[in-house]
């Protein structure tokens, strides 16, 4: 089995031209992606970020030669009309062939609802958007003069007249057991978070894999995608206060439901600092970390996406690619 290894491009905590060396020292130290959110609002008011990801991806394109180019994720649904990122994405595609990935989720409150004033609307709906959102765009990238009819979309007459011969892939984020059938049925890729209980991955598993079947698809064809949470630094308790600037990630669906404003995601935040490091694989041991990033190559996943949370992203990069990557390699 081979493993991609990819970095994400932690587009909350810092601004584009920051990231944009980062993300080209990844590549210099042999990582093979780059992904990066995209998030309208950041999670904390004071010292966060939100550069426009497709912007972005440009940029990072022109200032690399290999890595694959994704978001991890983008929605296509509300503040994005996905005829628009149908367009963006064909542009990214023609520039940079065989790099780019569109990865695709049913969005958060926080980043849709302040740019639209648009109500937030429930499971189902999201959803459904997503779904025919995902069907709109494969059709402009495949025909043209598109005219669609969707219960959320239309077009008319719509062309895109800049896109690569061959469709640029959409992985599908997912984690509710139908939002993963989803990803089986439609996806091209299937992304995650690292974190839970490996019982959970292993009935998410097979939800994508029942999704597939539905659809006649292959499942061993999808490709599978982590972001994993990992803080690995030579000292230890500077490896676990880095967490705390991502607490959000720690609050659980029912603290941070609904919330739209980055000023009360940072309040709720601090008041989960302590637990920050829970999300995150926190160790200065290589070793251990191979060994804890090994229960999700065993559960199936091949593409992993590292986050690492401090505020010095290359002391984490060349540590971790030193010490770390070298071992994953040699093991897969």
């Known amino acids: 089995m081979g493993l991609t290894l990819g970095y994400k491009a932690s587009a909350e905590q810092f601004g584009p ?11 210099q130290l042999g990582l093979d992606s780059v992904a990066v959110s995209d998030h309208f609002q950041p999670w904390r008011h004071k010292t966060g970020h939100a550069p426009n990801s497709i912007a972005w991806l440009g940029a990072l394109g022109s200032a690399t030669e290999r890595v694959v180019l994704a978001t991890s994720v983008l929605t296509p649904t509300f503040r994005l009309h996905p005829s628009i990122v149908a367009q963006a994405f064909g542009t990214l595609g023609a520039l940079f062939p065989d790099r780019v990935v569109l990865g695709v989720g049913t969005g958060e409150a926080m980043n849709e609802t302040p740019a639209t004033n648009l109500e937030w609307p429930g499971a189902k709906e999201r959803r459904l958007r997503l779904a025919e959102s995902v069907e709109l765009m494969r059709r402009l990238w495949t025909e043209e003069r598109v005219s669609f009819e969707g219960d959320y979309y239309q077009t008319d007459r719509a062309t895109i007249y800049d896109r690569p011969d061959t469709p640029v892939p959409i992985y599908i984020a997912a984690w509710a057991p139908l939002a993963t059938k989803f990803a089986g049925s439609a996806g091209d890729g299937f992304i995650c978070t690292s974190g839970k209980e490996p019982d ?26 982590i972001e994993i949470k990992v803080s690995y630094d030579s000292d230890v308790d500077y490896a676990r206060d880095a967490c705390r600037w991502w607490a959000a990630l720690s609050l659980s669906a029912e603290e941070k439901s609904g919330v739209e404003d980055p000023v009360e995601m940072e309040r709720l935040a601090d008041a989960a600092a302590d637990r920050a490091h829970s999300r995150f694989i926190v160790s200065n041991d290589a070793e251990d970390v191979v060994e804890q990033i090994a229960t999700y190559v065993e559960l199936g996943f091949t593409h992993l996406i590292f986050h690492g949370p401090g505020e010095d992203q290359e002391r984490f990069l060349r540590q971790f690619c030193a010490d770390v990557v070298p071992r994953l390699r040699d093991r897969w």
């Open 200 to 225: 959970l991955y292993r009935e998410r598993v097979g939800n994508l894999e029942e999704g597939a079947a539905s659809a006649g698809r292959d499942a061993s064809a999808i490709e599978r995608v």
């Open 17 to 27: 031209r920051e990231l944009l060396d980062f993300s080209v020292l990844a590549e």
